[in-house]
């Protein structure tokens, strides 16, 4: 057997460290297309509802509810006609969210959808849902509830889509936000 008697040191590959450096964006976590939407209940007999889908279209909310026009009239004076305006900020602007579907297509699961008939049938007798459009704005709103539909102006089931846990046709839920918390 033979005995190693010297040592030797053997360079692999250069030791120079390569830095590379790259700006870094962060954006808020609540906020962004894919952030989900919820509704909570006040008493707390319902629990928070987490949108599985965020509607595909809503109308009179963007970042915050939207502005009506102003109101503008003519009044007639003793002596002259005046030009008067109302500002008119619609505190409890409407805001309708509608999820499409078709007869062929489903809007959304049947799981999701009976949360949100348990949020219609159950309004709260203390205080307000709270909605918080998490795709849109961080801010949350008290709503009531107006209307929930399925698949037209009631709401309309299709035994052979609920056996595969969806919903056909269009689903329109319209509410009235009150207040921002």
Same mark, same amino acid.
């Given at each position: 057997m033979s005995i !190693?008697? @010297?040592q030797t040191t053997v360079t692999i590959g250069d030791a120079t460290a390569i830095v590379t450096t790259s700006d870094l964006v962060l954006q808020p976590t609540i906020i962004g297309t894919l952030a989900a939407r919820g509704l909570t209940h006040?008493?707390?007999t319902l629990g928070p509802l987490v949108y599985?889908?965020?509607p595909d279209e809503w109308t009179n909310f963007? &970042? +915050?509810p939207m502005v009506k026009r102003p109101s503008v009239a003519s009044l007639r004076t003793l002596t002259d006609t005046r030009l008067t305006a109302w500002g008119g900020f619609d505190r409890d602007a +409407? &805001? @309708?969210e509608i999820w499409r579907g078709s007869e062929t297509e489903a809007s959304m699961e049947i799981d999701f959808f009976r949360q949100l008939y348990a949020? *219609?049938?159950n309004p709260p007798t203390v205080g307000f849902i709270q909605w918080s459009p998490a795709d849109r704005t961080v801010n949350v709103y008290n709503i009531l509830i107006e209307r929930l539909t399925a698949g037209g102006s009631e709401i309309k089931m299709n035994f052979i889509a609920l056996r595969k846990n969806y919903i056909l046709g269009d !689903? &329109? *839920?319209k509410f009235r936000i009150v207040s921002q918390v």
């Open positions: !190693i008697s @010297t006040p008493q707390g599985t889908k965020n963007d &970042v +915050s +409407s &805001v @309708t949020y *219609f049938e !689903i &329109v *839920f």
